[in-house]
């Protein structure tokens, strides 16, 4: 799809994106994780490159580099929040594709942690973690534009645009996690993206390469149109 999409809308750009769940160490082998594949992000990160965008991507995944990316390994949500944080200034477009941990473990035990034969459980503190997408919302310029997905088994785009509205997000990708022919690990996906002022667009069903050009294109859209 990169050799037929031709036009380069988003030549001269420069887009972030952030893939993968993160993991939140419990002790030096053990972490706390999630199902992402980070295969969304990637696709979105491969998209923008062939609409012409010049693209970082900072990613959790064990996904091979995508060529002509620069691409920034983290694990954690804090990790990632820094390197996020550190690159937002000078983006265009930031996609928060992530699937950030909302909770980690207080404390990190320097230690592995062992068990005795009369232990009968473990009790660990957690702690919320940053929220990556609404630090990136409070600090955002009128001239970038800051995509946040929101993945619902309920209440969909009740929820997505809740989300909208608090994380100063310009677009929301909201997708229905309950059904597992689409979403987390799955090579297909099917978003409806909500913004503040328009109608929300179901876009159709697709692979996720197919479904991040769309993506990117009703994005470059709505910059063209600014
Ligand atoms: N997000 C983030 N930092 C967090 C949590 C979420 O940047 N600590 C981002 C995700 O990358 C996504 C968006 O916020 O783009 C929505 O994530 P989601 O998990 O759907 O929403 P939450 O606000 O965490 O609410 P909940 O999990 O309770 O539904
Ligand atoms: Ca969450």
């Known amino acids: ?27 030096p082998v053990r972490y706390i994780g999630n199902r992402s594949s980070g295969k969304m992000g990637y696709a979105l990160a491969r998209a923008a490159r062939a609409l012409g965008a010049q693209v970082t991507l900072v990613t959790t995944a064990p996904l091979p580099d995508p060529s002509g990316i620069a691409t920034v390994r983290v694990e954690s949500a804090a990790q990632m929040q820094q390197e996020m944080t550190d690159r937002f200034a000078t983006s265009d477009i930031t996609l928060m594709a992530a699937a950030v941990a909302d909770f980690a473990p207080a404390e990190v035990a320097k230690h592995k942690i062992k068990k005795q034969p009369d232990t009968t459980g473990l009790d660990l503190q957690l702690q919320k973690t940053p929220d990556i997408l609404a630090s990136l919302g409070k600090r955002k310029r009128s001239d970038q534009f800051l995509l946040g997905f929101a993945a619902e088994t309920d209440d969909l785009l009740k929820n997505a645009s809740a989300k909208l509205a608090a994380k100063g997000a310009d677009m929301f990708a909201a997708n229905d996690v309950s059904n597992p022919a689409i979403g987390f690990g799955s090579d297909n996906n099917r978003v409806t993206l909500l913004t503040k002022d328009e109608d929300p ?26």
């Open 1 to 27: 799809f990169i050799r037929t999409s031709g036009q380069q809308l988003l030549a001269g750009r420069t887009v972030l994106v952030s893939a993968g769940g993160t993991r939140e160490a419990i002790d």
């Open 201 to 226: 667009l179901q876009l159709e069903t697709a692979s996720k390469d197919d479904l991040a050009l769309n993506i990117l294109k009703q994005i470059a859209i709505k910059l063209r149109d600014n």
